[in-house]
């Protein structure tokens, strides 16, 4: 089945914690990663590298290929499924404890969305990520 998305999807580790955001405006909205669409004709690492910086206004460092999951979920009465590409990258120490990053180009908004930052250890993290995104932790 060929997937209705292809996304990337990155851990950003500052020692040994990871980056996570949720959105102040949207309290339901479960915790996430940086990532996102990759673009036609455009290569992963680009694609990453891309939606990192737009998301987080940092560009990484660093970035890995740790694998690829399949993705499946039900949405409006379908089953969708994303093919998702992970990596992994470093921020530098003197990164920020938190911050609020506004997403000028969100792929299904019409309006801009804020994004609040911060740090958990990975492991908690883990067991707090919405919509799968745990699913490469391991690999960390």
Known sequence: MQP???KVLIYALRGADLLVFDEPDFP?????????????E???FSAAAREF??????APLELQALGIDEYRFE??????????????????ADTPDSWIHVEM???????????RFFWLPVAEAGARL??????LLETL
């Open 105 to 115: 180009t969100p792929f299904d908004a019409s309006d801009p969305i804020r994004f």
């Open 28 to 40: 339901f909205v479960e915790l996430q990663i940086p990532g996102g669409t990759v673009e036609p």
């Open 4 to 6: 209705d998305a292809i």
């Open 130 to 135: 919405g919509y799968g995104m745990q699913a």
């Open 42 to 44: 455009e290569d992963f």
């Open 75 to 92: 949405k409006n009465g379908r089953v969708h499924h994303h093919q998702r590409h992970y990596f992994r990258c470093t921020l530098p």
């Open 53 to 58: 910086t737009e998301e987080t206004g940092f």
